[in-house]
């Protein structure tokens, strides 16, 4: 069963169309990477999976329901949503940015239960924020800044975590571990849908991947299914010599951040 | 006829340069502003009044609106009033200095009298402008006529004065050396705000108002039915209670305008005004 | 530098503050009255000066200036939290402005046969009708620039059109109430003042008690908000429409009195660890104080006719701006 299903989803700005009957299908567990060139519609699709576009045609199912048929709140227990560049607007301090990803669960009036904090807790000490907790945001650094905005993701315990390049402007180790931090919660019975431009870590982290282009999807499937020379050449306009053992190398790579 | 006709011009002519202190009194006044106006009127004979101010026709301000009909008005402007070719200019201690030095230059004889704070300075204006118009009679018999109005008006006993005092849009009163002080306590009342120790128009705190407990407020307004949060002020509940609900007496803004014999209605309508009148 | 407070004990301080400032304002007037002979009675007969002079000529005021502060609080931190922008305030971006001109349409252009709510009315209308213009005008995601700029614009234009029509008003005192209009004052307010403020105060204040959480999560973005269940639209109309029922309604009665709404929050933002939710009802309480306060110093102060509040509140405010200018210039190099 999937957790999430769009089939046909399409959407256009004046006449120009971002989104041509896009399928997508999501399982319990599974690491989804979208990837494929600026301008093919990743995030646009994303934003349209998180409720903060309105298609305008396709149907979406969460589980067995219509999307439309789910309660706001449910929906947003259920999904949590990450966009490409959050901005924090006041200088909240880890801590209390995180609390934000409880919302959902949250009585309007109510105050943080044990569960509740027992999340935060588990999630500060998960993105190895503990050093952190108290610090104004706006005085962290980028791969800092990175955990904490996908912490206060995770914090909401969804079972879909939609991430729009979360490792965008991180070094590598800090890359890696975010990454680690999908996975892991991957691997607790939930699923990412995650966009991401470096096909490395696509590659290594994704079970799937979804290759997108001009608002249409290419390939969808298995990291070597999905990146063989045509497809990356007609999707991004390059060409690499020697190209399949070059792809060979990509998808067998291993990296591992040293432990601290 | 035109004999006559250049006979009358040569006559003003004359008129106009041997007027200046030859006795004989002045035939063609104009009058420039109401206060002059409405003495002007009481006084002198139609035939000497050769206009009076536009003010002068609208009766909510003027005594003398039905009389002032018959002559032609005036908006105080150089223009109109080089055109009237007046022998004598009448108006006020305060007129637009560019206007008085105007006159001036151009030789006009103008008259100006100062705006009376008492009684006794009425009087002294109706004597000044009589003797002006070659009309002494007419002002003798004028102030006669308010003394014995003012007489009728039985005198109360200084220790059963109840206190009162004027309260205006914005929170102003009439206190020692105006009109309405003097008004006031030849009515009967005894003057708040002057015990407050506030000297002419000025305004008086609302606490103030209440803790000196006056028995009765009177406002007078030339506003109308207009709004205005100065208005409003007049409506404050606390000016209600204080008096035990007994409301603001509104005296006619024209009495006060302009100092003259009129005083005599004002004081009679503050003494109608008098709680337990015996 | 200043930390974050827990909530509860917060709250309590400003309710504690605020509460001294409101009985010191029934203390302090322009006279100095026995004020524990004047409480004594008041609850034993009313017809007493005292009694008269206490509640209803302090005790209106003392309201007045606890209600319309703590409505100006509050919604400054309201929108600033809406729009992400430390420098929208209800006196910045024209609620206050349009408010004061549609007081001033209904007070001296409408009938005297109208209800005395028409001048709420008027006043929650000019606010709603200005608001949405500068949010309009500045679109949706503006900057600071934007928006001040726009507000710039909605206020002059606002305040021209209070001048003009304050001029061509039949009332001979009109012109003369400009400034009140303007700076906001308290003076001579009475108890009915008092009721025709409440109802449309008290509806924005209802209408706000909710949007914490929202505003919370509007923290991170707007797309973040929504995904985490934020109706953003309806959020949206809900501010303009309670800050335009309450600050139309206290500007209506009190005239535009500037600052709080922009300085309260800020000051407080660093007690409650910069969540908008909570900033809400301190920043209430904060505005009322600041408000009550400013109220009973131009009672004190020595001068011949009274000073207007919002002198005060811009004495105090305009610097505050100032070196908010400096300090976001400082953030930016």
């Not at chain 2, 009481?42 to 609106?65: G, H, K, N, R, T």
Request: proline share 6%; charged share 15%.
């Amino acid at each position: 069963m999937s957790l999430l299903r769009g089939t046909a989803l399409s959407l256009a700005f004046d006449d120009h169309a971002i989104l041509e009957a896009v399928d997508i299908e999501l399982k319990r567990g599974e690491m989804l990477g979208l990837i494929g060139p600026n301008g093919a519609g990743k995030s646009s699709l994303l934003r349209c999976l998180a409720g903060s576009t309105q298609t305008d045609s396709g149907v979406l199912q969460l589980g067995e329901q219509r999307i439309e048929d789910i309660p706001r709140n449910e929906q947003a227990r259920r999904i949590a949503y990450l966009p490409q560049q959050t901005e924090v607007h006041w200088p909240l301090s880890v801590e209390r940015i995180i609390e934000l990803g409880r919302i959902p669960h949250l009585e309007p009036w109510g105050k943080l239960s044990e569960r509740d904090q027992q999340m935060i807790e588990q999630v500060i000490s998960g993105a190895d924020l503990l050093p952190f907790r108290h610090r104004p945001f706006n005085t962290l650094s980028g791969g800092e800044r990175a955990r904490v905005l996908l912490a206060r993701a995770l914090a909401s315990e969804p079972e879909i975590l939609l991430a729009d390049e979360p490792v965008a402007a991180l070094d590598p180790a800090h890359q890696l571990d975010v990454m680690a931090m999908l996975a892991e919660h991957c691997s607790r019975g939930n699923a990412v849908i995650v966009v991401l431009h470096d096909l490395r870590l696509a590659a290594h982290f994704c079970q799937r991947l979804q290759l997108l282009h001009q608002g249409r999807t290419l390939a969808v499937g298995k990291p070597g299914e999905v990146l063989t020379p045509d497809n990356l050449e007609n999707a991004y306009q390059i060409h690499l010599p020697d190209s399949q053992s070059a792809i060979d190398t990509l998808l067998n790579i291993t990296w591992k951040r040293i432990p601290k | 006829m035109p004999g006559i006709r250049g006979f009358i011009l040569i006559w003003l002519m004359l008129a106009a340069g041997l007027s200046w202190g030859d006795g004989r009194p002045p035939s063609r006044v104009v009058s420039i502003n109401l206060c002059t106006d409405q003495l002007l009127l009481m006084l002198a004979d139609a035939d000497q009044i050769a206009s009076v101010s536009y003010l002068s026709l609208q009766p909510e301000s003027s005594f003398v609106a039905g009389e002032a009909i018959r002559y032609p008005t005036n908006h105080a402007r150089p223009e109109e009033l080089l055109a009237l070719d007046p022998d004598l200019i009448l108006t006020v201690e305060f007129t637009d200095r560019r206007l008085l030095g105007l006159l001036d230059k151009l030789g006009y004889r103008v008259a100006r009298l100062p705006m009376p704070t008492s009684i006794s300075a009425i009087e002294s204006n109706i004597r000044q402008l009589a003797e002006l118009l070659g009309q002494p009679a007419r002002g003798t018999a004028l102030i006669h006529k308010m003394r014995s109005a003012l007489s009728q008006i039985p005198p109360q006993p200084a220790n059963q004065r109840p206190k009162a005092l004027f309260y205006q849009p914005r929170g102003y009163t009439s206190g020692s050396g105006t009109l309405q002080n003097e008004a006031l306590a030849l009515a009967g009342w005894s003057n708040l705000a002057a015990e407050k120790g506030i000297h002419g128009y000025n305004s008086i705190d609302l606490e103030s108002l209440l803790l000196g407990q006056p028995d009765q407020i009177f406002s007078s307004t030339y506003t109308g039915e207009t709004r205005s949060l100065a208005q409003r002020q007049l409506r404050h509940p606390a000016l209600h209670h204080i008096t035990h609900n007994r409301p603001i007496i509104e005296i006619p803004f024209k009495y006060w305008i302009c100092g003259g014999p009129m005083i005599t209605d004002a004081v009679a309508e503050l003494h109608a005004a008098l709680p337990n009148k015996p | 530098m200043l930390g974050e407070i827990r909530q509860a004990r917060l709250l309590g301080l400003l309710c504690v503050i605020a509460g001294s400032l409101f009985l010191a304002s029934l203390l302090f007037g322009s006279q100095t009255i026995p004020v524990f002979q004047a409480l004594q009675e008041t609850f034993a007969d009313t017809s007493s000066v005292l009694a008269l002079i206490l509640t209803e000529v302090r005790l209106p005021r003392a309201l007045i200036a606890l209600f319309a502060g703590a409505t100006l609080g509050l919604c400054g931190a309201a929108m600033q939290a809406m729009l992400r922008n430390p420098l929208a305030s209800p006196g910045l971006i024209g609620s206050a402005s349009g408010a004061a001109l549609g007081a001033v349409i209904a007070l001296y252009f409408g009938s005297a046969a109208l209800s005395q709510f028409s001048l709420p009315l008027g006043g929650i209308l000019g606010s709603l009708g200005a608001t949405l213009l500068v949010y309009l005008l500045a679109g949706r995601n503006a900057c600071t620039l934007t928006l001040i700029l726009a507000g710039v614009a909605i206020n002059s234009l606002s305040l021209a059109l209070i001048s003009l029509l304050l001029n061509l008003a039949p009332s001979p005192y009109a012109v003369q109430e400009i400034v009140l209009w303007m700076m906001g004052s308290l003076n001579n307010s009475s108890m009915d003042n008092f009721w025709i403020m409440l109802p449309g105060t008290l509806l924005g204040w209802i209408l706000l008690l909710r949007v914490g959480r929202a505003l919370d999560a509007l923290t991170l973005g707007e797309e973040t908000a929504q995904s985490m269940g934020v109706d953003l639209p309806r959020l949206r109309w809900r501010i303009f429409l309670a800050v335009a029922l309450a600050v139309g309604s206290a500007v209506s009665v009190t005239g535009a009195i500037g600052f709080i709404g922009l300085v309260v929050p800020h000051m407080l933002r660093p007690f409650v660890g910069y969540q908008p939710g909570r900033l809400l009802a301190a920043s209430a309480l904060g505005g009322a104080i600041l408000l009550l306060a400013a109220d009973i110093l131009v009672r004190l102060l020595p001068a011949q006719t009274e000073i207007k509040v919002g002198v005060v509140t811009a004495l105090v405010g305009a610097p505050f701006f100032l070196y908010l200018i400096i300090k976001s210039r400082r953030y930016n190099q």
